[in-house]
């Protein structure tokens, strides 16, 4: 089964302060993915990797930075939390789309973030 | 930018009733999944359907992708208590290499 983890199941973090949100997953996939979960707002891609020390911008990057060294390892940073990035954050992981004909994106159950 | 439809928002049923929901979308998507999260967890995959017209079943789930590859269903016959969760179609980003794009969900909920 592909496992995906998460450092933390709940955070809460001071404004201003510097957070680090760890993902690993441990089936060899190339692509990793950090999204955030709002209600009414659905998934919203922040970042994405498709190789190691490789990082792509998805749809809402501001305030966001990542790190991919390893290829099993895909890091989350905030680099000052805002209250207005309280949310579920998601890592997802999937192998590489031309190696096999799939898509499928499997996630990790979340770090629920507070920013006080 | 590809954006999915999914309706409806949320759903009300009774124990035993058969449920269905779609995913439409003004574009082609050359794949599509469909997931369950349930409350406070990560969203599982149930099923990945990759060819225009194909009906995939998973238990009592039954999944099928659109002949104009623009919308795509989920159903779920006989439902029970822990069908309860929120179910998300994804659609693969066209030129992407793995990006999805995601509905906004359907929120289930299931009386006994």
């Known amino acids: 089964d592909v496992k995906v983890t998460q450092s933390s199941r709940y955070l809460v973090k001071r404004t201003g302060e510097k957070v680090f949100l760890e993902c690993v997953q441990d089936?060899?996939?190339?692509?990793m993915f950090w999204y955030r979960q709002d209600p009414g707002l659905g998934l919203r891609l922040i970042y994405f990797?498709?190789?190691?020390?490789?990082?792509e911008k998805g749809d809402i990057p501001e305030g966001y930075s990542v790190s991919r060294e390893k290829k099993e390892r895909f890091s989350l940073i905030l680099e000052s939390a805002s209250t207005n990035q309280t949310s579920m954050y998601l890592c997802?992981?999937?192998?590489?789309?031309?190696?096999?004909?799939?898509?499928?994106?499997?996630f990790g159950p979340g770090t629920r973030l507070t920013v006080t | 930018g590809q954006q999915l439809n999914q309706s409806p928002q949320s759903m009300f049923i009774q124990e035993g009733e058969d449920v269905s929901m779609n995913c439409t979308s003004s574009?082609?998507?050359?794949?599509w999944l469909w997931y369950k999260q349930d409350p406070g967890e990560g969203p599982v995959l149930l099923i990945a359907?990759?060819?225009?017209?194909e009906l995939t079943s998973n238990g009592r789930l039954t999944a099928q992708f659109g002949i104009t590859r623009k919308d795509s269903f989920l159903n779920i016959s006989a439902s029970i208590p822990s069908d309860v969760g929120i179910y998300f179609c994804?659609?693969?980003?066209?030129?992407?290499?793995?990006?999805?794009?995601f509905g906004k969900g359907t929120k289930l909920s299931v009386k006994p």
């Open positions: 997802a992981s999937s192998i590489r789309a031309d190696l096999i004909l799939s898509y499928e994106q499997y």
């Open positions: 089936m060899d996939h190339e692509n």
């Open positions: 990797s498709y190789d190691v020390k490789m990082k």
């Open positions: 574009s082609i998507f050359n794949t």
């Open positions: 359907l990759y060819k225009a017209g």
């Open positions: 994804a659609g693969l980003q066209i030129g992407s290499q793995g990006n999805l794009i």
